[in-house]
């Protein structure tokens, strides 16, 4: 009798794979960062990743990082908790209890969102902004409002070939 696999992608790693592949759909020539939300029974709810609002076309849209405020992308881009969250389209209730896979950990304005959405846990790959003002504030919102957080530690590399060979 043929055993199954072991090799297999755990329901962590399969998420945020999601998270990843839909960050590749970002026009943001620096970083890409892509979301999935997913309900208790692991099924995906939502996705999203950063990038400029509906109708407001790529080409114009200002992918600087320094410059004035209005020169940059700062005061403009949607990222991609906030995409994840607006683009689901079914009852708000069942957003209670989820949790948001991310590759980078929420600024303050998106752990605003995931708090005031119901969500409950964030996974996240990396915290590389994790001395800033704005990270050290979500960490404190969702300290205080019991959201929890862990980094996922990714041990094997993922490779998805979409190629029809």
Known sequence: MRKARNDYLRW?????????????????PNTQVGAC???SNNRILSIGYNG??????????PWDREGEKMETKYAYVCHAELNAILNYRGSRKDLEGA??????????ECAKLIIQSGIKKVIY??????DTDDVKISKKLMDECKVSYHQLDISKEININLTNK
């Not at 962590?12 to 943001?28: H, P």
């Open 12 to 28: 962590d790693e399969y998420f945020m794979a999601i998270a990843k592949l839909s960050a590749l759909r970002s026009k943001d």
């Open 52 to 61: 400029a609002p509906n109708g407001f076309h790529d080409d114009v849209f």
């Open 99 to 108: 949790t948001i896979y991310v590759d980078l950990f929420p600024c303050n």
């Open 37 to 39: 939300i997913v309900d």
């Open 125 to 130: 790959l990396s915290d590389k902004y994790k």
